[in-house]
C-alpha cells in the first residue's frame, strides 16, 4: 500500500450496492490519506448494541431489511461529522442512500460545514463501486463476522483458517440477521428503488465517478486513491 498523505481531503462519498466492498475500501482511504469513515451502519449497529432508544427503532427496521429513514439518519451524520476529528475531511460509508438525503448532505455541505470550518475544504467526491449483481449474492449469503473483534470473513471468498472460527481469537462466526439471504434480496430491492437515483443525482451534477468493484480488492483500492487524488 502506498504511503499516506495528511492533505485535506473531500468529503469522500463511496456509493454501491450492500456487498460491494464500500466498508473495506472506506477503511483503506480512510488510512491512507487519515480521516475519520463516517459509517452510518457501524454508528446504527453501536446504538443497537447500547440498547439506545434509535437502537431500539433501527434494530427492527434493519431485521427487515429496509432502510432508517432520514428523520433518523440525517442528524446523527450531522453531529458525527461536526466533530474535530472531520475537519481535514472524511468519508461517508453508507450515506447518503436516497437522493432526499443527497440533496440533504449538499444543503449541509454549502451552508454549515463548509462556512463554519476549515476553509477550501475541498470538494466533494463520489465514486460509485460497480458491482455484478451475483457477485453481490456470492459475497453477501457468504459473510460472516467475528462477534469477539469484528473481524469480517467470507466462506466463498475468504474463508477463516477453521470453518467457522475466527482467526485471531477463535470465537465462532456468526451470521449478522441482515445477511440473511431473504434480507439480502429486501435490501438489494431497496437500494436498486432508493439508492440507484442517488448516483443518478451526482451523475447528472458531473460529480460521480466510477470504478470496478467486481476487481480484487486490492485492484480496486489504487482506483480509488488516484480518483481523490486527481480531485484534490
Same mark, same amino acid.
Not at 183 to 197: D, S
Given at each position: 500500500?502506498?504511503?499516506?498523505?495528511?492533505?485535506?481531503?473531500?468529503?469522500?462519498?463511496?456509493?454501491?450496492?450492500?456487498?460491494?466492498?464500500?466498508?473495506?475500501?472506506?477503511?483503506?482511504?480512510?488510512?491512507?490519506?487519515?480521516?475519520?469513515?463516517?459509517?452510518?451502519?457501524?454508528?446504527?449497529?453501536?446504538?443497537?448494541?447500547?440498547?439506545?432508544?434509535?437502537?431500539?427503532?433501527?434494530?427492527?427496521?434493519?431485521?427487515?431489511?429496509?432502510?432508517?429513514?432520514?428523520?433518523?439518519?440525517?442528524?446523527?451524520?450531522?453531529?458525527?461529522?461536526?466533530?474535530?476529528?472531520?475537519?481535514?475531511?472524511?468519508?461517508?460509508?453508507?450515506?447518503?442512500?436516497?437522493?432526499?438525503?443527497? &440533496?440533504? +448532505?449538499?444543503?449541509?455541505?454549502?451552508?454549515?460545514?463548509? %462556512?463554519?470550518?476549515? *476553509?477550501?475544504?475541498?470538494? @466533494? $467526491?463520489?465514486?460509485?463501486?460497480?458491482?455484478?449483481?451475483?457477485?453481490?449474492?456470492?459475497?453477501?449469503?457468504?459473510?460472516?463476522?467475528?462477534?469477539?473483534?469484528?473481524?469480517?470473513?467470507?466462506?466463498?471468498?475468504?474463508?477463516?483458517?477453521?470453518?467457522?472460527?475466527?482467526?485471531?481469537?477463535?470465537?465462532?462466526?456468526?451470521?449478522?440477521?441482515?445477511?440473511?439471504?431473504?434480507?439480502?434480496?429486501?435490501?438489494?430491492?431497496?437500494?436498486?428503488?432508493?439508492?440507484?437515483?442517488?448516483?443518478?443525482?451526482?451523475?447528472?451534477? &458531473?460529480? +460521480?465517478?466510477?470504478?470496478?468493484?467486481?476487481?480484487?480488492? %486490492?485492484?480496486?483500492? *489504487?482506483?480509488?486513491?488516484? @480518483? $481523490?487524488?486527481?480531485?484534490?
Amino acid at each position: 500500500m502506498v504511503e499516506g498523505t495528511s492533505r485535506i481531503v473531500g468529503p469522500v462519498i463511496l456509493l454501491g450496492p450492500p456487498g460491494a466492498g464500500k466498508g473495506t475500501q472506506s477503511k483503506r482511504v480512510e488510512q491512507h490519506y487519515h480521516i475519520p469513515q463516517v459509517s452510518t451502519g457501524d454508528i446504527l449497529r453501536q446504538n443497537v448494541k447500547a440498547d439506545t432508544v434509535l437502537g431500539h427503532v433501527a434494530k427492527e427496521i434493519m431485521a427487515r431489511g429496509q432502510l432508517v429513514p432520514d428523520e433518523l439518519v440525517n442528524p446523527m451524520v450531522a453531529e458525527r461529522v461536526r466533530e474535530p476529528d472531520c475537519d481535514h475531511g472524511f468519508i461517508l460509508d453508507g450515506f447518503p442512500r436516497t437522493a432526499a438525503q443527497a &440533496g440533504w +448532505l449538499d444543503a449541509f455541505l454549502e451552508h454549515e460545514f463548509f %462556512d463554519n470550518l476549515q *476553509p477550501h475544504h475541498g470538494l @466533494l $467526491i463520489v465514486i460509485q463501486l460497480a458491482v455484478d449483481y451475483n457477485e453481490l449474492l456470492l459475497r453477501l449469503t457468504g459473510r460472516r463476522s467475528c462477534p469477539t473483534c469484528g473481524r469480517i470473513y467470507n466462506v466463498h471468498l475468504q474463508p477463516p483458517k477453521v470453518d467457522e472460527l475466527c482467526d485471531l481469537d477463535g470465537s465462532r462466526l456468526i451470521i449478522r440477521p441482515d445477511d440473511r439471504e431473504d434480507v439480502i434480496r429486501e435490501r438489494l430491492n431497496a437500494y436498486a428503488q432508493l439508492t440507484q437515483p442517488v448516483a443518478d443525482y451526482y451523475r447528472s451534477t &458531473g460529480r +460521480l465517478k466510477s470504478v470496478n468493484g467486481d476487481l480484487p480488492v %486490492d485492484q480496486v483500492t *489504487p482506483q480509488i486513491f488516484c @480518483l $481523490i487524488d486527481n480531485t484534490l
